[in-house]
């Protein structure tokens, strides 16, 4: 009698943690997450981004990715952006301005302002906020106010956009985020 109420009690404990487990909606952090950080910068809509044009003073200047990830340049019209590394932004840009109206241009783009990041959950105050490169979930937080007393402290869920696909996964605090990504802090259990 007393093995078969210890079988029972084994049982309903190993239901117990299999339902709380799987209550938890744990998603580890896909290899892709952490390969993303590693790579060089996709544009995105909402980069602002410096063209400089050598010995074209009237082209050279800041220009905004819309949200249908394009920019509009002048002569040229709208090129598409999205996704566009800063070196294939430049070569766009120059065989554009080559197809009738420079000879032989020289174009230099950098990123005047990174597109935001997003912040929500256990922070002091969740919203929107600028981006800067090299920059960790602990210091999202940070500028999010820190913090609630009810947050989980240890790890944070990010949504990234990765090759077009939307993924989420959960990371440890001194990951590193990228521009356009929402991250949200969990409230602990206990």
Excluded: W
Excluded at 2 to 22: D, E, P, Q
Aim: glycine share 10%.
């Amino acid at each position: 009698m007393l093995a078969k109420i210890g079988t029972t009690y084994i049982l309903l404990s190993l239901a117990a943690v299999a339902v709380l487990g799987g209550c938890s909606g744990y998603r580890p952090a896909p290899a892709a997450f952490h390969e993303a950080t590693i790579q060089p910068y996709q544009l995105g809509a909402g980069d602002r981004l410096r063209v400089t044009v050598f010995d074209q003073e009237e082209l050279t200047g800041t220009y905004s990715i819309d949200q249908a990830g394009y920019i509009s340049f002048p002569l040229v019209g709208s090129l598409p952006a999205r996704g566009q590394t800063l070196q294939q932004m430049e070569s766009a840009l120059a065989a554009a301005l080559r197809n009738g109206y420079l000879r032989d241009p020289d174009v230099t783009v950098e990123v005047d302002q990174y597109r935001s990041f997003f912040i929500m959950g256990e922070v002091g105050a969740a919203g929107q906020y600028s981006y800067v490169p090299g920059m960790t979930v602990q210091q999202a937080i940070a500028i999010a106010g820190g913090f609630t007393s009810r947050a989980n402290q240890a790890n944070a869920d990010i949504t990234r956009t990765i090759n077009g696909e939307v993924m989420t996964g959960r990371v440890i605090i001194s990951d590193p985020i990228m521009a356009g990504d929402t991250i949200y802090v969990r409230e602990r259990l206990f």
